[in-house]
DNA sequence: TTTAACCCGATTTTT
DNA sequence: TCGGGTTAAA
């Protein structure tokens, strides 16, 4: 974090004390919003309220965590505990949970993840393409975070691919309904559907919070944005804390229009931007207000610091991938060499795809230099992981049916795919679950009585485990059921089975001890959290799975995505790879609207600002295309930078050529030396 | 006809 | 790295 003052500047006490209206508070980058955030709970509990009654709102689990952390820092550890601060999403599941009946949704409902979606589609539309069933996917999301339903969207349909995307919509959300399921993006359109029709709720939802805090507001979509009006409804205050130059999720839904209808839906809204930097040299945000000042504005916001100009932003032209990893590499060593007190940590390489990565990441090898990839595979992906969590889901709702097929199948108990596409057929013919099926008296009519022991003997196993899961709390007892559990099914025996390598084996195994260690802690609860059972971690596993990611404090370079490393600073940063077609990106043959372009600056913009007092600019002259090199050429952002007007660039083959001819000047004349 | 090896190309990501 | 597509061999 930058060093912050004691003190808030003019805006940010502004932003903080503005309680009564509506607020937008416009952001810039390193303007210490989260501080503005925090002080302003710490004002509003002042004033009266109860934690309870503050919501505040992030994307993330990582950024809600960090917020409830530096909150407790101001607020002390108990009220800090009381407030809400969650994502969208773990709003929405708290919303449906208390309130979701009132929609015809039972009370354990299972939460899809994007894998269990594909699956429902590629069956909803009867297609065993994943490539087809991701495009429905991507646009069904689409669809939804626009607040359309299967039926609005077949009208919207400008294409006959949209039009069977809508009608393989229509199947999907009846497949949903049947399982008692929902996915990530009716977590937000489900509690604004309960909000739009039931009165009752709208009066207890409106009232449960005085003051909502929206963080990132750029990035929310038009769903979240009515979620947003439905809960401050007329009176309930709020906070939009938002930079409209950081709106890099455009292709995911998320719209500045949010931005812009805010002062026409809230009249009395309070415009406050924060424009003092506190991150970055005076060269940085010069290079950063340069680019982003070629973008038509919505507000005005012009970044400034109070730091010196610090060092020159280089721009570093290199003749292929495989040489600008090889400068990028040099150039984190020769930093660090100079300086001892320089962290690998200090650095980062930013670039725009994550196949770039690859190549980095093996000259960083070569060197010997510590890294990790951001955004890389989650631990919660990983297969033995998804089996248990599927036995866990299934505990919560037996109805479930993604989860049934994985758990039923895993390890493997003589329940093969033709038992299970029998009792899947008698389930569709009563419309019922597969596990409501399975205790079927007229099952018998549809499978041999075999597999009708076996599926008998699985489903009383489950209930029985569901039983123990409901009233085990606690971590040490928790721990223990699932070491039995996992006994039970022999699961580790599944692993070394098959697995073609015991090596590969045994790390499974240990995954699946963490796996167990992670669910005890969290039943086991601390001064944040109470202590809970083991069926109440397994229904908020969904929601709460990328919290545990990795320990941030290695000493080790990080390689990000750009869009992955907004909100993130470093000392020093790379920015690779900054070409035409690849920063702004350009794909093949379709054309470049200004909207795409403005989004692919603000990627730039975003890039740039993430470093705090070195930056390098790296671009390709060529690049492989095949087996051959091909001209390549520098983003257009690189001259919007305008670097040249405060500091020379710096080519080091160009300073080699001035370097020489000055040398070779002096050998015949001795001639004043132009550096 | 089926399978295995290999080569090529690649948006961006969270819940 | 990863997955899809092509090609070569059985």
Redesign the pocket.
């Known amino acids: 974090m930058a060093e912050a003052p004691a003190t808030l500047n003019p805006a940010q006490l502004a932003a903080v004390h503005h309680l009564d209206g509506p607020c937008l508070v416009l952001a810039g980058a390193g303007s210490g919003k989260t501080r503005v955030i925090v002080h302003k709970i710490a004002r509003l509990l002042q004033a009266g309220l109860e934690p309870r009654q503050i919501a505040a709102i992030t994307?993330?689990?990582?950024a809600a965590a960090e917020m409830r952390e530096r909150a407790k820092q101001i607020v002390g550890g108990r009220a800090a505990k009381d407030l809400a601060i969650s994502?969208f999403?773990?709003l929405g599941v708290r919303m449906l949970k208390t309130d979701g009946s009132r929609l015809g949704l039972k009370e354990q409902f299972s939460i899809f993840?994007?894998d269990d979606v594909l699956g429902v589609l590629r069956e909803a539309g009867g297609c065993n393409d994943?490539?087809v069933a991701r495009s429905w996917q991507w646009t069904i999301s689409l669809w939804k975070n626009q607040g359309l339903d299967a039926e609005a969207a077949a009208r919207a349909a400008a294409d006959e691919d949209q039009r069977v995307a809508a009608v393989v919509m229509k199947r999907y959300e009846e497949r949903l309904a049947a399982f008692q399921a929902v996915d990530?993006?009716d977590?937000i359109s489900l509690p604004l559907k309960l909000l739009a029709r039931d009165a009752e709720a709208r009066e207890k939802w409106q009232g449960t919070f005085r003051h909502i805090l929206v963080d990132e507001y750029q990035d929310t979509n038009a769903v979240q944005y009515e979620l947003l009006k439905a809960l401050v409804g007329e009176h309930t205050p709020f906070t939009a804390v938002g930079d409209d130059d950081q709106s890099i999720y455009g292709?995911?839904g998320a719209t500045i229009e949010n931005l812009k209808r805010l002062p026409q839906d809230f009249p009395r809204l309070k415009v406050i931007p924060l424009e003092q930097n506190y991150r970055s040299t005076g060269n940085i945000l010069r290079a950063a207000n340069n680019v982003i000042a070629q973008n038509p504005k919505i507000y005005e916001k012009k970044l400034w610091s109070e730091f010196g100009d610090g060092e020159p932003v280089r721009l570093l032209e290199c003749d292929s991938e495989e040489h600008e990893a090889e400068r990028a590499v040099a150039r984190i060593q020769a930093l660090r060499g100079a300086d001892a007190r320089i962290a690998w940590s200090d650095f980062a390489i930013l670039y725009?795809?994550?196949?770039q990565a690859?190549i980095i990441e093996q000259k960083l090898r070569q060197a010997q230099v510590p890294y990790k990839v951001s955004?890389g595979?989650s631990w919660f992906d990983r297969a033995e992981i998804k089996d248990l969590c599927a036995w866990l889901r299934l505990l919560v709702n037996p109805d479930d049916d993604p989860a049934f097929l994985r758990a039923v199948t895993t390890p493997k108990r003589g329940i093969g795919h033709q038992t299970l596409a029998s009792l899947g057929e008698f389930a569709g013919k009563w419309k019922v679950s597969l596990f409501e099926a399975l205790f079927s008296p007229t099952l018998k009519t549809a499978l041999k009585g075999k597999a009708i022991d076996s599926l008998h003997e699985f489903g009383r196993y489950v209930n029985a485990l569901e039983e123990r899961a409901r009233h085990t709390r606690g971590g040490e007892e928790a721990r223990k059921l699932m070491l039995e559990f996992l006994t039970d099914i022999g699961y580790e025996r599944h692993l070394h089975d098959g697995e073609e390598s015991e090596k590969i084996a045994a790390s499974r195994w240990s995954n699946v001890v963490d796996f167990v260690g992670w669910i005890a802690r969290r039943a086991g609860g601390d001064e944040d959290r109470p202590e809970q059972t083991v069926l109440e971690v397994a229904q908020t596993i969904a929601?709460i799975i990328?919290l545990a990611e990795r320990s941030e404090d290695q000493d080790v370079v990080t390689l990000s995505?750009l869009?992955?490393s907004k909100g993130l600073e470093w000392p020093h940063v790379v920015l690779a790879g900054v070409n035409e077609g690849l920063l702004p990106?350009r794909?093949?043959d379709e054309e470049m609207t200004p909207e795409r372009l403005e989004e692919e600056r603000r990627l730039m913009y975003v890039g740039i600002t993430r470093a705090r007092r070195t930056l390098v600019v790296s671009t390709l002259r060529r690049r492989k295309?095949?087996?051959e090199l091909v001209a390549a050429v520098p983003s257009r952002f690189i001259t919007e930078m305008k670097l040249n007007e405060s500091t020379g660039r710096e080519d080091p083959r160009e300073r080699l050529a001035k370097l020489r001819a000055a040398l070779a000047a002096k050998a015949s004349a001795p001639a004043p030396s132009a550096d």
């Not at 725009?352 to 196949?355: C, P, S, V, Y």
């Open positions: 994307f993330t689990n990582k994502t999403h773990s993840d994007s994943n490539a990530f993006d977590l292709w995911r725009r795809a994550n196949h690859r955004g595979q929601v990328s995505t869009h992955a990106f794909a093949g295309k095949g087996r």
